[in-house]
């Protein structure tokens, strides 16, 4: 178990030095040994966890997803959403804060074009865990699947142009915003009987 727990720090650290350097230098011009120097890791021991850099800034991508996931404390597959609206507008406050206190890292991995190879399977990944979420809601007009990667999609957009615009409007109205804007219209036309 302590050897578990030393690898997770190890993880840990470097992809904290790895940010750290992104921010200073900007991600192109960071190398491994800047990582490993900051996080005071060997650089042989970096190879026993990634390959390179950007297998580390994926690793470091995912765990922000799963911490995210984590804050949203999802129901199961199956489980009924009461009003699925409200829900996903609680998703879409909770998202938005979590951007708010976390906005260094997500202006990192969302507003630098060259990240996209980091965003497009974090991307995917989010699709699918909302395609299983709405899969067990009304699928009258569109696929569970169409519609989550419309949401996924359009929320990462919106994402983006609240911090590029340097969060002009409150979580809370981002969030009233995403309801709005991305979840009534999907569920209206998921539902809408012909």
């Given at each position: ?10 993880q840990?650290?470097l ?5 750290a350097?992104t ?7 960071v ?7 900051r ?11 990634y390959?390179?850099?950007?297998e ?5 991508a995912?765990?922000?997803?799963d911490?995210?996931?984590?804050i ?8 009924l959403i ?6 996903f507008h609680?998703?879409?406050?909770t998202?938005?804060?979590?951007i708010e206190?976390n ?9 630098d ?7 497009d ?17 009304p ?6 699947g169409?519609?989550?990667n ?27 915003i ?17």
């Amino acid at each position: 178990m302590s050897q578990d727990r030393r690898i997770l720090r190890t993880q840990k650290l470097l992809g904290e030095a790895l940010i750290a350097e992104t921010r200073e230098k900007g991600y192109k011009n960071v190398t491994i040994q800047d990582v490993t120097k900051r996080a005071d890791v060997g650089y042989r021991t970096y190879f026993r966890h990634y390959t390179g850099l950007d297998e580390l800034l994926i690793s470091v991508a995912q765990d922000r997803l799963d911490e995210f996931y984590e804050i949203l404390d999802l129901p199961l597959p199956g489980e009924l959403i009461a009003d699925p609206v409200e829900y996903f507008h609680k998703i879409g406050d909770t998202l938005f804060q979590h951007i708010e206190q976390n906005q260094k890292m997500f202006r990192f991995l969302l507003l630098d074009d060259s990240l996209r190879f980091v965003i497009d399977p974090v991307m995917s990944r989010a699709c699918q865990k909302a395609e299983i979420l709405l899969s067990g809601l009304p699928q009258e007009n569109i696929s569970a699947g169409v519609a989550a990667n419309h949401i996924i999609s359009s929320a990462f957009s919106l994402m983006r142009w609240w911090l590029e615009n340097d969060l002009r409007h409150s979580s809370q109205k981002m969030g009233a915003i995403f309801t709005d804007l991305i979840i009534k219209p999907t569920w209206l036309v998921m539902t809408l009987e012909e």
